[in-house]
């Protein structure tokens, strides 16, 4: 590309340097830091307001011309409906890279997660969605190269269209266009859809003193979002130092062919948009009401899939939690924040704990939303695993090589209060029975739920909470389980079945607390131990801290196929997350009620599960644990 090198203006132009054309289908190779890619002299004093004339092709990637004929055959998107949605966030290659039963030589690929055995687990687990994190092709930091790590995670992109080729079996020049296509045929053979982790807030060419590789070169004024005042620098709210200008045309375009061709061409059945409030910044603000949100909108392919929003990103009033508009999901931050706090038994938690479990109406109840607006999640890639989180105080991230200082500091000490390895049994039996009541609350959540892939299987990343440089045996999952990893796998899988077996837990319209029709039950009706209901007082009491609920299944928002209206088994769900037994009184509903344990978190779980109750009959509810018993 030519064109003036005017920094100080906002114009990069450098034609001695090779560009990757941001509608390729392919890429073959990665950058190498040792060429000559950046468009100003490296070593130079006036840095990128100089000029280097030196030939970037030799460290750099290339684009493939692909034949994209494939035979998807009867191949057709799941569709499965949000409220019977299970998502199970993922990264392509830490899912099997360490996989005993897939072969050597495609463990870490795309062609390794659509094989028998990993497509057995997610199916026995529940899981009814795969959220991929990134799959466009990505950047490898020279930060991070330079200290012998490597962009794991993949929030760095470098094309919106490429499949990457660091998780193909098959080599790069095409081939991992194929591979990609195989593996979300196989997937949707088994009724899983598909969701890809997208970046379209920024690229891999960072801020001023980045490389030259795609954008920067063809049209920098363009592409990006510069300082008003002084157009040689960027404008950042994402942290990685550029923001993609989505308020241009020709960028809104890049974009919209990017997500149809994913679902055109590729078979993909959604998205996950990273830091998805950049996207709605007009004139600085975060407007819901953005050009990207109104073309989503209109279009008649990308408003049919599904579309998930990461509501924040770091510039100023970029928190937007709720304010994303219909036809969006969210991931709900503050039901992780509400969650952890319950269960770790900090105070003034019940009022907050109650929205967040019945699909946080004071989030979208208000702009027409349903309870599947909220994605509910307690960890996520970002972060520590469920077994971390009730095991460390502190992150350990000092294999990442910046002492210690990177990921966040915020909502760190969830757990029991030992870090660390232990031999104490009973400390390793009450990690075992808050992470199991972080898995009961997580399912028995009205709202979408979101599982971090591996924490089914108790992975740990030894206390690291920002795994995004560790491509090794700190991210991988570890498929070696001892007795207690899998009495935890089984246990998971209990529950998820139990929701998808109960309609009363994933509802399609808000719970009232009213009545149902002319009967004298309420959709749900909360309750204090002593089996009255719970009063405004209790509610904002900061030692309230065991609750429970009775969830009707009469006259559920939905039909079986003969047009009837659904009916569910009605349920009573106590939690305590106090550090003491309580003894609770179950409800009597209507003569000779009886309840029946169905499931328990408490440290003998599984024992006693089959124990029959009558109304008005007290229970005991062990310390940090939670019971559901359904009404016989």
């Known amino acids: 590309m030519h064109g003036p090198y005017e920094p100080e203006k906002g114009m990069r132009f450098n034609h001695h340097k090779l560009l990757i054309d941001p509608y390729a289908k392919a890429i073959a190779g990665e950058v190498d830091w040792k060429a000559h890619v950046f468009g100003y002299q490296f070593d130079n004093e006036q840095k990128d307001l100089s000029f280097d004339e030196q030939d970037s092709v030799a460290g750099m990637p290339k684009c493939v011309v692909i034949d994209p004929s494939f035979d998807w055959k009867n191949d057709r998107h799941p569709k499965t409906p949000w409220h019977k949605t299970v998502i199970y966030e993922v990264h392509v290659k830490g899912a099997t890279k360490q996989h005993p039963e897939i072969p050597e030589e495609l463990r870490g690929t795309y062609a390794g997660f659509a094989s028998e055995p990993f497509i057995n687990h997610l199916k026995e687990l529940g899981v009814t969605a795969v959220e991929l994190l990134p799959v466009h092709d990505f950047l490898n930091d020279k930060h991070l190269v330079d200290k012998g790590l490597s962009n794991y995670w993949g929030y760095n992109t470098t094309n919106f269209f490429s499949p990457t080729a660091r998780y193909s079996s098959s080599g790069d020049m095409g081939e991992q266009v194929r591979e990609f296509k195989e ?5 949707h053979s088994h ?6 982790d997208v970046v379209y807030n920024h690229t891999s060419e960072g801020n001023e003193m980045g490389p030259t590789l795609s954008f920067r070169g063809i049209d920098n004024t ?39 061709y994913w679902v055109n061409e590729m078979h993909v059945d959604g998205f996950r948009f990273d830091l998805a409030a950049a996207l709605a910044r007009e004139l600085h603000e975060v407007d819901k009401l953005a050009a990207f949100f109104d073309i989503v909108h209109q279009d008649p392919v990308i408003s049919q899939v599904k579309l998930i929003a990461e509501p924040w990103d770091v510039g100023e009033g970029g928190y937007q939690v709720g304010n994303f508009p219909v036809l969006w999901t969210e991931w709900n931050g503050k039901y992780r924040d509400t969650i952890r706090r319950a ?10 704990f109650a929205y967040r479990i019945t699909g946080s109406s004071d989030l979208y109840q208000n702009d027409g939303r349903r309870p599947f607006a909220s994605i509910n999640f307690v960890t996520a890639h970002d972060g520590f695993t469920l077994q971390d989180l009730v095991s460390y105080n502190e992150k350990h991230n000092e294999a990442n090589g910046e002492d210690n200082k990177d990921g966040s500091d915020n909502n760190m000490s969830w757990n029991c209060g030992i870090e660390g390895p232990t031999d104490d049994e009973q400390i390793i039996n009450l990690r075992e029975q808050q992470k199991r009541n972080f898995i ?4 028995l959540s009205q709202g979408v739920p979101m599982l971090l892939g591996g924490d089914e299987l108790s992975r740990t990343q030894q206390g690291n909470n920002n795994g995004y ?3 090794n045996e700190i991210s991988w999952f570890d498929w070696e389980l001892d007795d207690r990893k899998k009495e935890f796998l089984d ?14 837990f994933r509802r399609r319209k808000f719970l009232k607390g009213e009545k149902i029709n002319e009967s004298e039950t309420k959709d749900i009706q909360w309750l204090r131990p002593d089996g009255n209901e719970i009063t405004e007082e209790e509610w904002q009491a900061p030692d309230t801290k065991t609750l429970g609920f009775i969830l009707s299944g009469d006259a559920l928002d939905e039909y079986n196929v003969k047009g009837e209206l659904r009916v569910d088994d009605t349920f009573v769900v106590w939690m305590n997350f106090q550090h003491e037994d309580v003894e609770c009184t179950l409800p009597s509903i209507g003569n000779g009620t009886s309840w029946k344990k169905v499931i328990s978190t408490a440290a003998e779980q599984g024992k006693d599960d089959n124990n029959t109750y009558s109304g008005d009959e007290q229970f005991n509810l062990g310390a940090r644990s939670i019971a ?5």
């Not at 009724?191 to 890809?196: H, Q």
């Not at 363009?222 to 300082?227: D, G």
């Not at 620098?233 to 550029?242: A, K, L, P, Q």
């Not at 246990?491 to 009363?504: C, E, L, R, S």
């Open 469 to 471: 440089c560790q491509d």
């Open 191 to 196: 009724g899983i859809e598909v969701i890809l």
């Open 343 to 352: 269960i770790k038994g900090d105070e003034n938690q019940a009022a907050k």
């Open 628 to 632: 559901v018993l359904v009404r016989k």
């Open 183 to 187: 593996m979300v045929k196989k997937l």
């Open 440 to 443: 009961t609350t997580l399912f």
């Open 222 to 260: 363009v592409y990006y979002h510069l300082m008003k005042e002084d157009p040689r620098y960027y404008i950042d709210y994402t942290g990685t130092g550029n923001s993609l200008n989505v308020n241009h045309p020709q960028v809104l375009q890049l974009i919209m062919d990017s997500l149809r």
């Open 491 to 504: 246990f998971t899988k209990k529950v998820i079945h139990f929701m998808h077996d109960h309609a009363a």
